[in-house]
C-alpha cells in the first residue's frame, strides 16, 4: 500500500501541477500550438515519474521487469505491438459506422474538413484537398502512431500499464481493469474541465472520460500481459493518432455523436469486452 500511495501521490500530483500551470497561464491553447503541446506533454509525463521512483526504491533487484521491459520474448513484443497498432484503427471504424447509424448525420467530406481547418487557422491550402487527405492517412497517420506510441512509452504507460497493473494484479484481471480505468480517467479531470475532448461539459465529461477510459484499460492490459507495456503503448499511440483522424469523417463530431470519444466509441468498446473475455478463456485453456 505505501507504494501505491506514493505513486498515485506522485502521478497525480506531478500532472496535476502541470495542468494547473495550463489554468493559470489562460487555459487550453492559449500558450500557442508548440507551449500547449509542451505543457500537455509534461503533464503527461507524471505517471513515469511516480513509475520511476517506486522502481527505484520499491523494486530493487527486478526494476525493469516491474515496469514490463524485461521477460518478454522480442517476437511476442513485435507480434502484440502490432496488434496494438491495428486494433484501434478497427474500433475507430466500426465507432463511425456505429455514430452514423446512430446519429443519422450524413458522413462528413474529410478533405472539406483539412480544408477548412487549415483555413480557420489562417493557412493557405498547399495542394488539392484530396491530395492533402491522401498524404495524411498514407504518412501522417503512420508517423503519428510511431511517434505516439514512442512518447506514451516513456509516459503514460510506463505507470498506468508498466509499474501500477502488475501491483494490482492480484484483484483479478477485471477488477485491476476496472481500477485502473477508473484512476486512469480522474486523471484527465483538470484538462477535461478546461474543455479538453468535451467541451463545456464539466463535470459530466470527466465522468464520460473515465468511462471511456474503463472500457479502454481491459484492451490495454491484455495486450500489457502478452507484449508487455511497449505492446500497451503501441495501442495507446495508435488509439491517439486514429481517434483524431477518425473524427474527419463525420459531419457533426459533438457529443454525444463524436465518434469514438462518443456513444458509437462507447458502445463498440463494450460490445467488444465478451470477446476479449472469450479470447483469454480460451489462452487459460491453452495454457492448462
Known amino acids: 500500500m505505501r507504494a501505491l500511495s506514493v505513486f498515485l501521490v506522485i502521478a497525480f500530483g506531478f500532472s496535476w501541477a502541470v495542468a494547473y500551470s495550463i489554468h493559470a497561464t489562460g487555459g487550453m491553447g492559449a500558450q500557442g500550438p508548440l507551449g500547449s503541446l509542451g505543457l500537455l506533454s509534461l503533464m503527461m509525463m507524471g505517471p513515469a515519474v511516480g513509475a520511476l521512483v517506486c522502481m527505484v526504491f520499491f523494486d530493487k533487484g527486478r526494476r525493469l521487469a516491474a515496469i514490463g521491459l524485461a521477460g518478454f520474448r522480442f517476437g511476442l513484443i513485435v507480434r502484440w505491438t502490432v496488434i496494438g497498432w491495428l486494433l484501434p484503427i478497427l474500433i475507430c471504424a466500426l465507432a463511425i459506422g456505429a455514430t452514423l447509424a446512430l446519429s443519422g448525420q450524413a458522413p462528413g467530406d474529410p478533405a472539406a474538413v483539412i480544408a477548412a481547418q487549415l483555413a480557420a487557422s489562417g493557412e493557405d491550402l498547399p495542394m488539392d484537398p484530396s491530395l492533402l487527405l491522401v498524404i495524411q492517412l498514407a504518412i501522417g497517420l503512420p508517423v503519428g502512431i510511431l511517434f505516439n506510441t514512442a512518447f506514451l512509452l516513456i509516459s503514460e504507460e510506463l505507470g498506468w500499464r508498466g509499474w501500477l497493473q502488475p501491483r494490482l494484479a492480484g484483484l483479478g484481471f477485471w477488477p485491476m481493469c476496472l481500477v485502473v480505468g477508473v ?7 483538470p484538462i477535461i474541465l478546461m474543455g479538453y475532448n468535451y467541451p463545456e461539459l464539466g463535470w459530466t465529461g470527466v465522468a464520460i472520460m473515465a468511462a471511456f477510459t474503463t472500457l479502454w484499460t481491459p484492451y490495454h492490459a491484455h495486450l500489457r500481459e502478452r507484449g508487455g507495456v511497449i505492446a500497451a503503448a503501441g495501442l495507446h499511440g495508435s488509439l491517439n493518432a486514429v481517434a483524431g483522424v477518425s473524427l474527419l469523417f463525420l459531419s457533426v463530431p459533438q457529443w454525444p455523436w463524436n465518434g469514438p470519444l462518443g456513444v458509437g466509441g462507447l458502445l ?13 478463456r480460451g489462452q487459460k ?4
Not at 484512476?183 to 479531470?189: K, N, P, Q, Y
Not at 485453456?285 to 492448462?288: C, D, H, L, Q, V
Open 183 to 189: 484512476l486512469w480517467g480522474i486523471w484527465h479531470a
Open 285 to 288: 485453456k491453452r495454457a492448462a
Open 268 to 280: 463498440i468498446l463494450a460490445a467488444g469486452l465478451p470477446v476479449l473475455a472469450w479470447l483469454r
